[in-house]
């Protein structure tokens, strides 16, 4: 961090298509070490009011990454083509495992929840 200037992050110009994708992938992993710090801080103390407030922040940051992937995605589709290649390969590792993955628990229609 720079906060000490206070040109730190200002930049000569706009940036490109490809250099925005940089700094967005950037972006998420701050976001990222945010969720890590929060999450250690919580993990270091016993008071729970304070873990309450850091946990309600942490999630927020878990929030930004969702927004910041999908913002990724729409920017750069062979990312999100490479994205699917990835979940699919975990998904058919689960399957071969015997383990229901938590996307499809997630897509639970009332339905379905009738049916269990
Ligand atoms: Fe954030």
Redesign the pocket.
């Known amino acids: 961090m720079a906060f000490g200037n206070p040109f730190a992050a200002n930049v000569e110009r706009k940036l490109t298509k490809e250099e925005l994708i940089q700094a967005i992938r950037l972006d998420i992993a ?2 990222l070490e ?1 969720i890590y710090l929060y999450d250690a801080h919580i993990q270091a103390t016993d008071d729970e009011f304070t873990k309450k407030v850091l946990a309600d922040i942490r999630d ?2 878990r929030a ?1 990454v969702g927004e910041l992937m999908t913002l990724l995605r729409h920017l750069d589709p062979t990312e999100a083509a490479h994205f699917e290649e990835g979940v699919q390969e975990v998904k058919e590792m689960m399957e071969e495992s015997g383990i229901r993955s938590n996307s499809e628990n997630s897509q639970s229609t009332v339905g379905s929840l009738l049916k269990e």
């Open positions: 701050g976001e945010a927020e940051e930004h």
